[in-house]
């Protein structure tokens, strides 16, 4: 089974950029789904994005389109979530997560392997 590993967060002003990176050990990370989510203080957990094994597919949630971007590196067992124009809603615990599933899913419940998460907090 695959084990994500999160890093990359930090303090950043808004309208400021932060790259987060996700790497994964153990399993063989081609065959999973990759995700992103976030759980902001009080808050429910919530979808961010999410990228197929090959990487040629992607989703993202409404409050991050255009803004957020999803990639991979399978050579490094690695996915990245770039994040641009950041505002205080975006203050957050960023996780990422592996679904052994075959579709881009957007539901916690479709992940079944989980980083501890890092947090990311904007400044106005």
């Known amino acids: 089974q695959v084990q994500p590993v999160e890093s990359g967060g930090g303090l950043v002003q808004a309208g400021g950029s932060l790259r987060l990176s996700c790497t994964a050990s153990?399993?063989?990370?081609?065959?999973?789904?990759m995700g992103w989510f976030r759980q902001a203080p009080g808050k429910a957990r919530e979808f961010v994005a999410a990228i197929t094994w090959s990487g040629v597919s992607t989703t993202y949630a409404d409050s991050v389109k255009g803004r957020f971007t999803i990639s991979r590196d399978n050579a490094k067992n690695t996915v990245y979530l770039q994040m641009n124009t950041l505002t205080p809603e975006d203050t957050a615990v960023y996780y990422c997560?592996?679904?052994?599933?075959?579709?881009?899913?957007?539901?916690?419940?479709?992940?079944?392997?989980w980083g501890q998460g890092t947090q990311v907090t904007v400044s106005s």
């Open positions: 997560a592996a679904s052994a599933g075959y579709r881009l899913v957007k539901t916690e419940n479709e992940y079944s392997y």
């Open positions: 153990g399993g063989t990370f081609t065959t999973y789904i």
